[in-house]
């Protein structure tokens, strides 16, 4: 998941998917003006636009091919320019074991996307006037086990709910199917009080969207996948998209599967059987299908206008900011240029879009992308669509950060200017390391790899240099790369 990109459970049996063909990103006489004068923003489609794109389809080969060659890239990438699609590609396999193609129409496993129509359904209903996001959670959904959490704060990441799904594991019998309402129950009996005060703290919380996801299905009366495919994926000609049937075994044809390269060997890097919770994860789109999802946002066409203007908030915790939207995209200052991810075992899904440029990008990946690339091939291909120099670090480039063991990892602790950020305060919370921007609010800081550290809620991935304790740290993320030294 977006949050924290890590493993829940060991993965299991493999299981079986399906194909579906590609549909344009349709909403009738209202997008078709506006993509008629998005045209003449945009540039023309004829020989000059084609030109365009296979210069376009050159560069962003020569990007990618690298990554590919050296095992870390399996997966698509397409990239968009108003309506039309200028690169669309798959490399690799879906699923080995059937030498199965990863094409651009292939769906996948998006984990932490889901967030992104979870908001939006819950966002549809604030607008109808079915939801009121001050209102009790208990409101909407009755067993919901802590009666003053606001249905704000369950989406705003300050809830207080256990903050990963490795918490609930004592508490099913293996095999046993785990329900958002199941999740809920252990919940009430183990965690009866939330772990902070709601609406003080921020927290990346998953379980915040399945159950925002079920409350959704509670004022409807419907099935949320029966929800968002109404609101959103029939309309937009998603129709590579869906909510994952709970069991493996009652997904037909053949399933995208998750992998990882390790001995010189592709080994499988899966996710997990039995989940029936949906809302923070467990959707599944193809990369044209999360296209016109990004799309939709870059032309305006997602949501009603007054829905996107509210949307475009901050989400605010303790009065003070996240860089995240209440839509849970992280934007530019502008909130012009915004994008989310989704990051679960060797699954990896980015979609970006540009509303003043209109442009998206967008990439899924299956085979367990190194944590160093992703930031930096997001932003190598959203400045390549924009005709700037983009080129990602080769597989093989030398790294000169430091690598942290459980032993070194709180020696990162200090303050450092990072000249374009301001200051970055490391400190040591208990057990977790914990970064807070400036006089900002704090933000946990988790190791994802010897070399690399992730701060969900920021989206920055620090690496440090120059010794343990180290005198310099990197913060990488999609809008930029900045380098600062300990004070």
């Known amino acids: 998941m977006t949050g924290v990109p890590s493993v829940r459970r060991a993965a299991t049996t493999p299981g079986g998917g399906r194909r579906v063909r590609r549909a344009p990103l349709r909403r009738g006489v209202a997008f078709l003006a506006l993509v008629g004068s998005a045209a003449l923003t945009w540039g023309c489609r004829g020989r000059d636009a084609r030109d365009d794109a296979a210069s376009l389809a050159q560069r962003a080969d020569a990007l990618l091919s690298p ?11 397409v990239l968009a320019r108003g309506d039309s699609v200028l690169y669309a590609r798959g490399f690799g396999l879906a699923n080995r074991a059937a030498g199965d193609p990863f094409t651009p129409d292939t769906p996948t496993d998006a984990a932490s996307m889901a967030k992104t129509f979870t908001a939006a359904a819950l966002w549809l209903l604030v607008h109808e006037g079915r939801v009121a996001l001050d209102t009790p959670v208990v409101r909407y959904v009755a067993e919901y086990p802590h009666p003053a959490t606001t249905v704000r704060q369950l989406v705003w990441h300050s809830n207080g709910l256990p903050d990963s799904y490795e ?9 046993e199917v785990r329900t958002t309402e199941g999740l809920l129950g252990v919940v009430a009996r183990e965690r009866p009080a939330p772990s902070f005060a709601p609406g003080t703290q921020f927290e990346y919380s998953s379980l915040g969207y399945d159950v925002a996801a079920l409350l959704v299905e509670r004022v409807t009366g419907r099935r949320f996948a029966d929800v968002l495919a109404e609101r959103f994926f029939a309309p937009l000609g998603m129709t590579a998209s869906f909510a994952r049937p709970a069991r493996f075994a009652d997904w037909p044809g053949v399933r995208t599967m998750g992998y990882r390269w390790a001995d010189s060997a592709w080994t499988v890097f899966d996710v997990f059987d039995g989940e029936a919770f949906v809302g923070g994860s467990n959707l599944h789109h193809s990369a044209n299908d999360l296209s016109r ?13 007054e829905v996107m203007a509210r949307g475009e908030a901050w989400m605010t915790v303790s009065g003070k900011e996240v860089p995240i939207t209440a839509l849970s995209w992280y934007c530019d200052a502008k909130r012009e240029r915004c994008y989310w991810t989704g990051d679960l075992n060797a699954f990896y899904s980015f979609a970006y879009w540009d509303r003043v440029r209109g442009e998206s990008v967008v990439y899924v990946s299956n085979s367990a992308l190194p944590m160093r690339r992703r930031a930096e091939l997001a932003r190598a291909l959203v400045e390549l669509l924009a005709g700037r120099e983009a080129q990602a670090r080769g597989p093989s480039a030398a790294t000169t950060f430091e690598r942290f063991s459980d032993s070194t990892r709180a020696r990162v602790a200090g303050e450092y200017e990072v000249p374009g950020l301001g200051t970055v305060h490391l400190r040591q919370a208990g057990e977790r390391l914990v970064l807070q921007h400036d006089d900002g609010l704090a933000f946990a800081v988790f190791p994802v790899s010897p070399e690399v550290f992730f701060v969900p809620g920021t989206d920055w991935w620090l690496s440090f240099s120059g010794g343990v304790p180290p005198s310099a740290v990197q913060v990488r993320s999609v809008f930029g790369e900045w380098e600062g030294r300990r004070r």
């Not at 990554?67 to 990438?77: I, P, T, Y």
């Not at 999802?293 to 206008?305: E, K, V």
């Open 67 to 77: 990554l590919v060659a050296a095992h870390e890239f399996s997966g698509a990438v």
């Open 167 to 175: 918490f609930f594991d004592p508490h099913f019998a293996p095999g």
């Open 293 to 305: 999802w990004a799309r939709a946002f870059a032309l305006g066409l997602a949501l009603p206008a």
